[in-house]
């Protein structure tokens, strides 16, 4: 019998700059380490679609595309889960407070916006947001979700 090889890390973390460009190499670098962590590919399917919209609605709506910005993004698998948090600069702004947009009204009477956040409500199994004090005593905007999914067989 051989011995399990080490686990991979079960943590990831990426500063990235408030530019929309940066997104595709996150998501690459996301990727490569969510395989070996035993994050199903269905599971990070749904993560990048959601960190998509979050990554994005920081850059478009929060920096106000100021590229000077700074996002970081955590990932760590844990027990049938993977959990993403975001964290920012940019003004506070709690998006688990938007109220819901009703989806019953006709488009043509529909206001704009507030999509993206129903996709992310209802695709994560967590959404929470905090405002969080940083090292250098500033405030910073933590946004958090998380995306459960079936463990397989044999692994921890």
């Given at each position: 019998?051989?011995?399990?090889?080490?686990?991979?890390?079960?943590?990831f973390?990426?500063?990235?700059?408030?530019?929309?460009?940066?997104?595709?190499?996150?998501?690459?670098?996301?990727?490569?380490?969510?395989?070996?962590?035993?994050?199903?590919?269905?599971?990070?399917?749904?993560?990048?679609?959601?960190?998509?919209?979050?990554?994005?609605?920081?850059?478009?709506?929060?920096?106000?595309?100021?590229?000077?910005?700074?996002?970081?993004?955590?990932?760590?698998?844990?027990?049938g889960?993977?959990?993403?948090?975001?964290?920012?600069?940019?003004?506070?702004?709690?998006?688990?407070?938007?109220?819901?947009?009703?989806?019953?009204?006709s488009?043509?009477?529909?206001?704009?916006?507030?999509?993206?956040?129903?996709?992310?409500?209802?695709?994560?199994?967590?959404f929470?947001?905090?405002?969080?004090?940083?090292?250098?005593?500033?405030?910073?905007?933590?946004?958090?979700?998380?995306?459960?999914?079936?463990?397989?067989?044999?692994?921890?």
């Amino acid at each position: 019998m051989h011995p399990e090889p080490p686990h991979p890390s079960a943590q990831f973390q990426r500063l990235c700059g408030s530019r929309l460009e940066e997104f595709g190499g996150l998501v690459r670098a996301l990727s490569d380490w969510a395989a070996p962590a035993g994050v199903p590919p269905q599971a990070m399917r749904d993560v990048v679609l959601i960190l998509d919209e979050l990554f994005s609605n920081i850059i478009i709506h929060g920096y106000r595309r100021d590229p000077a910005g700074q996002i970081l993004v955590r990932a760590q698998r844990d027990d049938g889960r993977v959990d993403v948090t975001l964290t920012d600069q940019a003004p506070a702004f709690n998006p688990t407070q938007v109220p819901e947009p009703d989806t019953q009204l006709s488009i043509d009477d529909r206001p704009m916006g507030g999509l993206g956040l129903l996709f992310v409500r209802r695709t994560a199994d967590d959404f929470d947001y905090h405002l969080i004090d940083t090292d250098t005593g500033t405030a910073a905007n933590q946004v958090h979700f998380s995306k459960r999914f079936a463990k397989a067989i044999g692994s921890v």
